[in-house]
């Protein structure tokens, strides 16, 4: 007999090299540190399927991880290990029997990731692991109406590290949203995938367009250009947050 686990994780990127386990066992990824405690857990060679392959020194509040196993051991069980072993870099905030077709990624409808700024002119010690901080006035009025040229399916070649001849580059883009309060700019995006490095380039744009440096009248051109040279530099990681991923259209979590 075999279960399949969903695990909702929250974790602080900043000292791991993204998450995708690499070949170099030295090297620290959030997905190399959770199958190291499953194994042990399970007694058996854990296969992670995971939502959102976040990047190096990125952060997430929501990821959904999933794998198949024969072991027994229940899920308070397997959630103890983690948060014990692990914790508070990487911690379980849920983990349940899920149905055995159930798999993080492909079952998946929909991601949202969360970038936060710091605009004031001084930085915030308590928060700098979390937040860009980048004095600046921004125009919110001008970075929503780039927003929309963003919103809808688009081919974002020009928004993203390629991913390699004959792959896919047209995705979704539900929405964005602009919200600042005092001197904190939050930017949302939700969209049914993403590419790789797309959220840090698609924010980089609208702080340049915020911050008059691109028109938002331009955003259309750059996206028809499908040259990542075209639009402007990427946000650094570590104010990107995976915030929540969606399973099913009603679900609200």
Aim: glycine share 8%; net charge positive.
């Amino acid at each position: 007999m075999t279960q399949t686990i969903r695990l909702l994780l929250a974790y602080d990127g900043t000292n791991f090299r993204g998450w995708a386990a690499q070949r170099d066992p030295a090297i620290r990824t959030v997905e190399g540190a959770l199958t190291t405690v499953l194994s042990d857990v399970t007694r058996e060679r854990v296969k992670l399927a995971v939502a959102g392959r976040t990047d190096a020194g990125v952060h997430a509040r929501g990821q959904v991880a999933s794998f198949v196993t024969t072991s027994d051991r229940a899920p308070g069980t397997i959630g103890d290990a983690i948060n014990g072993r692990l914790g508070p870099e990487i911690v379980a905030l849920d983990v349940r029997r899920a149905p055995d077709d159930f798999h993080a990624r492909f079952s998946a409808s929909a991601r949202e990731y969360r970038y936060r700024l710091n605009v004031g002119s001084v930085p915030d010690p308590f928060d700098a692991a979390f937040v860009w901080h980048h004095a600046s006035d921004p125009d919110l009025v001008a970075m929503r109406a780039a927003a929309r040229h963003l919103v809808g399916q688009h081919d974002f070649t020009s928004f993203c590290r390629h991913p390699g001849a004959g792959k896919p580059t047209v995705r979704h883009l539900q929405r964005v949203t602009v919200h600042r309060r005092d001197d904190r700019l939050e930017l949302g995006f939700r969209a049914n995938a993403f590419l790789h490095q797309m959220v840090r380039a698609l924010t980089g744009t609208l702080v340049a367009v915020g911050e008059g440096k691109l028109d938002q009248e331009e955003i259309p051109a750059i996206l028809a250009a499908r040259s990542r040279s075209k639009a402007r530099q990427m946000a650094p990681a570590h104010g990107l947050t995976l915030e929540r991923v969606v399973y099913g259209v009603r679900e609200r979590r």
